[in-house]
């Protein structure tokens, strides 16, 4: 017995068994993180979900000063037909004062022909803060600046859906959208 | 104590048997019966035993709710009243599960005060300390991921919320918090999963307990002098029937309060609003977590202001992992040789301040933020105006009366007016949660390591025993 042993421990060549460790452990740590892969991956968002994710909204039955909020993967989001006034209200507003600033124009898509339609305000419905739904003119209430109030901390936003007051970081997100024709708009996630 | 001899005799031929074979009796002898406890634990000590009692609760009456529960968004709101109404017995054991995550945390709160309190995290239970903390934390993903499984507004919303949180991480946030819900957002595929992981998370902490005793029975408990055992006949008893009984009377006592929840007031901690099915349009107009949580909600929401490149949002979600992370490192953070608070005349108040903290931090979490608490003046009421003569200005009024004249005068002369509010300062939860703020980070982080190093402590028993008898009680043998 300690003869062998001795033998071996005489033979052993160090490079080799070092290599053999590596390797071992290289294939290891790549099997381990090939299997790793799909139990991640599988939650990612499967192919259904991916595939409901935009719609066609026909804008035409929005009631002048009010808005329809509609579900895609269901995530929330704002079409609001704006009254003059509230146009007027968000052009004409100094922008340096806002956190996040932004002209109107800039959260709009052209119709087909080239032109803006700015009666037609389409944002997402989730709070820039912690993702709450703010409540709007059928709740009751628009918050200190006309256009929407989130109830759980207190964000202020504009009739363009820009932060004004409260602990939001940014404006309503402006979805990917365009104007499929001049009464229906296509929303994609 | 590991290392103290083992007692157990096996007398049967099948114990022997089994006892060459798998010492499972003498393990549970050694450990439960003839283990060396210091005889001056407190009732503060019986938690541990309470605890396991809360844990065995909460997996028996999951269990079985789950042979009934549907994790579908369309199945889940149904199925849980259907709990409650139709399956036998089902309030009861729907109710017992729903109370029981409340007495878990309430006594994991106390467990873990008391050790504070008494040094328990210090050498050598640091382990002990970290598995605790780590069992904490599992407890928490545990109780967030079974909230959202009746699928109700708050279940939704609040889950919303803290998974928006992930959304602050600078560059893969939204990444993760997709990967998370799996898709845009909280929906069927995202109950499944926190289905899964609400079934698998309790045996998890089911696994880091068995770490946390055996971590525990190897230095032995630790007491309320903070004093290591130091002769085993004098300073210690065996745990049965010493502290099995102790345990016993203090796991009936706590039942009972446990069961006056389940019998008579099984909602009276969690929030109507779960009772509504869940309405991703609406958000309910109050989003607060289960009370246990609201500490960490009350730090989140203080940090409203930017530090240099950080902002607001990102910050909050740091402070709010960061005052759990914090209590990873509180070992090393404490630089007091001397365990108990008992001793420790300064630290002592320093830590019923602490205690202070956490509840008030719980009552901010539970408020609005901008609701005040102390009133400076009233709120006024503001006219903004445009007279006819086209300059403008505004005019503050104390009563609605004067103030509609105004305007309604300016307005009949041709100019514009409109009516707001001025709210008078104050004092509000916002400012009393960053105050609480402040001071849980700077117990842990400034305090308890500078304390150390320059309190004085006083008037330390020489011995277990001796905290007992009295340092000057005549040594019934010789030392030594």
């Not at chain 2, 005349?345 to 202070?356: D, M, R, S, T």
């Amino acid at each position: 017995m300690s003869d062998a042993i001795e033998t071996t421990a005489e033979q052993v060549d160090e490079e080799r068994r070092d290599f053999i460790h590596i390797a071992a452990v290289a294939a290891t740590v790549g099997g381990a993180g090939m299997v790793a892969y799909p139990f991640i991956d599988q939650m990612n968002a499967a192919g259904d979900t991916k595939a409901a994710s935009s719609l066609d909204v026909d804008i035409s039955k929005v009631p002048l000063g009010g808005e329809i909020r509609v579900l895609i993967g269901g995530k929330p989001f704002f079409l609001r037909h704006r009254t003059p006034e509230e146009i007027a209200a968000a052009v004409n507003t100094d922008l340096s004062r806002m956190p996040d600033p932004q002209t109107d124009e800039e959260r709009l898509m052209p119709l087909p022909d080239g032109t803006y339609n700015p009666a037609i305000l389409v944002t997402s419905g989730a709070c820039t803060h912690l993702g709450c739904v703010p409540v709007g003119p059928a709740q009751g209430s628009v918050g200190d600046y006309g256009g929407w109030y989130c109830p759980c901390h207190g964000s202020h936003y504009d009739t363009s859906g820009r932060i004004r007051k409260g602990p939001a970081p940014a404006n309503l997100e402006i979805p990917t959208y365009e104007w499929v024709s001049n009464s229906v708009v296509k929303i994609s996630l | 104590m590991s290392g103290h001899e083992s007692t157990y005799e096996p007398k049967l031929g099948i114990t022997k048997w089994l006892d060459d074979r798998l010492p499972i009796v003498r393990l549970a002898h050694d450990s439960f019966v003839d283990f060396p406890t210091p005889k001056n634990l407190n009732y503060w000590y019986t938690f541990g035993g309470i605890l396991a009692v809360c844990l065995v609760i909460q997996i028996v009456t999951g269990v079985v709710l789950a042979m009934h529960y549907t994790a579908s968004v369309e199945g889940a709101f149904g199925s849980v009243e259907r709990i409650m109404r139709d399956v036998p017995f089902g309030w009861l054991i729907r109710n017992i599960h729903m109370v029981g995550a409340s007495m878990f945390f309430l006594a994991v709160y106390v467990h873990m005060f008391r050790g504070l309190y008494y040094g328990s995290y210090k050498a050598p239970r640091e382990v002990l300390w970290l598995l605790g903390c780590i069992i904490f934390l599992l407890m928490m993903a545990t109780a967030f991921l079974g909230y959202m499984l009746p699928w109700g507004q708050m279940s939704l919303h609040g889950a919303n919320v803290i998974i928006n949180l992930f959304g602050a991480i600078p560059l893969v946030g939204e990444s993760i918090q997709s990967w998370l819900m799996g898709g845009p957002s909280v929906g069927n595929q995202t109950l499944q999963r926190f289905f899964s992981l609400h079934y698998l998370l309790p045996f998890m902490i089911a696994g880091v307990v068995i770490l946390h005793i055996w971590a525990l029975h190897v230095p032995g408990n630790n007491n309320p002098t903070g004093i290591e055992v130091q002769e085993v006949e004098k300073d210690t008893i065996p745990f049965h029937p010493y502290y099995t009984v102790k345990d016993g009377f203090a796991i009936v006592v706590f039942l009972i309060i446990f069961a006056v929840f389940v019998f008579y007031a099984p909602n009276v901690l969690g929030h109507a609003d779960n009772y509504v099915e869940a309405n991703p349009l609406v958000t309910p107009t109050h989003i607060v977590p289960e009370w246990y949580l609201l500490p960490f909600y009350a730090i989140l929401r203080a940090i409203t202001f930017n530090i240099g490149p950080i902002d607001a949002k990102l910050l909050g979600v740091i402070f709010m992992f960061g005052s759990i992370a914090v209590l990873f490192a509180l070992p090393w953070l404490d630089t007091s040789k001397v365990k108990s608070m008992r001793y420790r005349p300064v630290a002592k108040q320093f830590f019923f301040g602490f205690v202070i903290a956490c509840l008030l931090l719980s009552w901010c979490g539970a408020e609005n933020p901008d609701n005040p608490i102390i009133k400076m003046g009233d709120d006024k009421l503001v006219i903004t105006y445009t007279d006819a003569a086209g300059l403008d200005g505004s005019r503050t009024f104390e009563d609605y009366a004067p103030a509609a004249q105004f305007r309604d005068e300016t307005l009949a002369s041709g100019g514009a007016a409109s009516l707001g509010i001025q709210v008078a300062p104050a004092f509000r939860f916002l400012h009393l949660s960053q105050l609480m703020t402040l001071y849980y980070f700077a117990y842990f982080l400034l305090i308890l390591p500078m304390l150390g190093l320059r309190e004085r402590p006083k008037g330390e028993p020489d011995s277990i025993h001796h905290s007992i008898l009295g340092n000057e009680a005549p040594a019934a043998a010789p030392a030594e």
